[in-house]
Antibody
């Protein structure tokens, strides 16, 4: 069974930093791109970042570009999200998800972890 | 602001059929990118419901079906059940933004 387990969510002050981790199991981790998607309290889903299976290529939403960094350790089957210069608007549940890319026109997220709550507040 | 638009809410009685629309543009759905649907039950993580416009993952009841036409897509739920009460999101890719994009979300209420 494919499982994703996030950790590292906590309360952090504006301007602070935080690293989220996502431990994967049940599939060949290095064969799949991975992504982070966030959901602010009471709001919808927003894509944050993605990384290729090898880790060589990374992608970011404009709202986090230059502040967040996605990485992975394929020897540990673990995905990371390093978040710097955090703002109140970054407050959200951050979900780790496996990306299936079938062709250039179709890629989806499945499964999703249970989420890690990041609260940015003084 | 989301580039895929959904109605905020839809409701129906048990056993009825409801549909949820997802309206995009020529840079996402209209450009040929597939649409996928997710179900988020209260207090839980999203779950893949439909992938590649019309396909159901193993374990998803055939009461759920998806379609796509032009710059829009739809999710239909037939034989509505109380357990279907949840938020539903569409998802695609936008080649103008170079981003994965989600719909605004639709809350389904079973009367």
């Amino acid at each position: 069974e494919v499982q994703l387990l996030e950790s590292g969510g906590t309360l952090v002050q504006p301007g602070g930093s935080l690293r989220l981790s996502c431990a994967a199991s049940g599939f060949t981790f290095s064969n799949y791109a991975m992504s982070w998607v966030r959901q602010a309290p009471g709001k919808g889903l927003k894509w944050v970042s993605a990384i290729s299976g090898s880790g060589a290529t990374t992608y970011y939403a404009d709202s986090v570009k230059g502040r967040f960094s996605i990485s992975r350790d394929n020897s540990k089957d673990t995905l990371y999200l390093e978040m710097n210069s955090l703002r109140a608007e970054d407050t959200a549940i951050y979900y780790c998800t496996k990306v299936t890319i079938l062709t250039g026109i179709t890629s989806w997220f499945d499964p999703w972890g249970q989420g890690a709550l990041v609260t940015v507040s003084s | 602001q989301s580039v895929l638009t959904q109605a905020p809410s839809v409701s129906g009685a048990p056993g009825q059929r409801v549909t949820i629309s997802c309206t995009g543009s020529s840079s996402n759905i209209g450009a040929g990118f597939d649409v996928h649907w997710y179900q988020q039950l209260p207090g839980t993580a999203p779950k893949l419901l439909i992938y590649g416009n019309t396909n159901r993952p193993s374990g998803v009841p055939d009461r759920f079906s998806g379609s796509k036409s032009g710059t829009s897509a739809s999710l239909a739920i037939t034989g509505l059940q109380a357990e279907d009460e949840a938020d539903y999101y569409c998802q695609s890719y936008d080649n103008s933004l170079s981003d994965y994009v989600f719909g605004t979300g639709t809350k389904v209420t079973v009367l």
